[in-house]
């Protein structure tokens, strides 16, 4: 699971440490985001060394990749610990002044805070009010705890401790492990056919809805292995599953063939090249070489999915995918029940497609085709959703 701890200017950081450890022994891929007041308690090196991460604690860094939103879209848990009184008043009026306060703008995964503070602080009205605001809004409140406070005096106001804010937090989130005892093969990403050895025709997949899919299907028990292609560099998969790399439609093909045996579940979510390059040349392509244009011969791939499905064995389940340009639903619909029964799949999971939407983007929208043609499933919002109403649909189909 992708969980952020965010972390704020209070003692209590340094049990956050812990917390963090927790989490990540746990299996969970981690990424601390402490304001610069947490970063006089607790450095930066050892957030990045306990969380295994890289840390960006500015909304000015990292710019290119949309830092200041994309840790808060990925995120499947926030954990505020410790929230101080100041961090909880930022939240409660929207504050985005810093990286903490835009990914929590920017998230829609539960948030779950525990605050820390001094006795007086904790009662004040001013808090009181905003725990009021912040807990209508869905925020879940873990403590604080009652006992001795920094500076000898007591009362309640110490943040709880770590496994109680990491119980509390992941009870949030954990979804039914029911496809444990099952092992999902995932393709993600997009293959890259050379032309020669700098340049490469290639398409707009990033990964992220088979990663999602590989995360989901980890977060519900199975033993997964993802096989990927050309992910986006901010496209992580999740520690829990076994990742083979490939770079062309033939070295995605022959990963496909070598694990699909062992598969209960095969979802085909990389974007596979149709066609590659008759003569990949040895040295890059000159434009003297080639004046006034260039013509390519392509010849075409394999259809993997299908082959999968010819070698498929009882009791397996094998998923393709459908991205395509249509002009409206139904047209979407009728594509997807052709492309379903030209590859005899189980099920496919069609999406539209263009210019602005389907790639590079945190949400997505999917209708899920049974054997049969019949929308067995639809989803829309981020790819972690759409990814469990594929799952969803998988395992229902394996009942049928
Ligand atoms: N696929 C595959 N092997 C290929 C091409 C595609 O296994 N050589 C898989 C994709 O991973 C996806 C599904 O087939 O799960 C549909 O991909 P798509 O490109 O839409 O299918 P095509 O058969 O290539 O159809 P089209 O002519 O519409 O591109």
Redesign the pocket.
Known sequence: MFVVVGVTGGIAAYKTVGLVRLLVKAGHDVHVVPTDDALRFVGLPTWEAISRNPLTTSVHEDVARVRHVSLGQSADLVIVAPATANTLASMTAGLASDLLGTTLLATTAPVVVAPAMHTEMWRHPATVHNMDVLRARGVHVVGPADGALTGGDSGPGRMSEPEEIVAAALALVERPRDLSGLSVLV?AGGTREPIDPVRFLGNRSSGRQGVAIARAAADRGATVTLVAAHLDADVRPDPRVEVISVGT?DELGRAMDATSPDADVVI???????YSVAAVSEHKLRKQDTPGGLTLELIE??????GLVAARRPGQTIV?????TVDSQDELLERARA?AAR?GVDLLAANAVGWTSGFETADNALKIIGRDGEVVGEAAGSKAETADALLDAVLAARWR
């Open positions: 393709s439609a085909m979510a990389a974007a596979v090249a149709d791939n394999r259809d993997i999915v299908a393709a995918f459908a991205a395509e492309k590859k």
